[in-house]
Nanobody, 118 residues
């Protein structure tokens, strides 16, 4: 099972920016779509953004639209989540995920904590 390697979480203040990155542990591992989820204790893991392999199509949850941007470096097989204007409500563990078939998110990262203080 190929794992995804994440980095970039941390503690920031409201209004700050943060950038997460994610790539497959095997750089040549091919996927059709990669995305970001987030989860707070006691709640479901929610998808917040995804991007297709070529980077030609993206989707965002309403809660992050206009503040977060998902980017893909196809040469490095890496995706990024640029998070701007962070709010305390964005505090969560952020997970990278990938699929090789439609929206079957079969591959996951270990999660990275993002904490936004007010």
């Amino acid at each position: 099972q190929v794992q995804l390697v994440e980095s970039g979480g941390g503690l920031v203040q409201a209004g700050d920016s943060l950038r997460l990155s994610c790539r497959p542990a095997i750089r040549t591992f091919s996927t059709i779509r990669m995305g970001w989820f987030r989860q707070v204790p006691g709640k479901d893991r929610d998808i917040i953004a995804w991007i297709t392999r070529g980077g030609d199509s993206t989707w965002y949850a309403d809660s992050v639209k206009g503040r977060f941007t998902i980017l893909r470096d196809t040469a490095e097989n890496t995706i990024y989540l640029q998070m701007n204007s962070l709010k305390p409500d964005d505090t969560a563990v952020y997970y990278c995920a990938a699929t090789r078939e439609s929206f079957n998110w079969a591959y996951w990262g270990q999660g990275t904590q993002v904490t936004v203080s007010s």
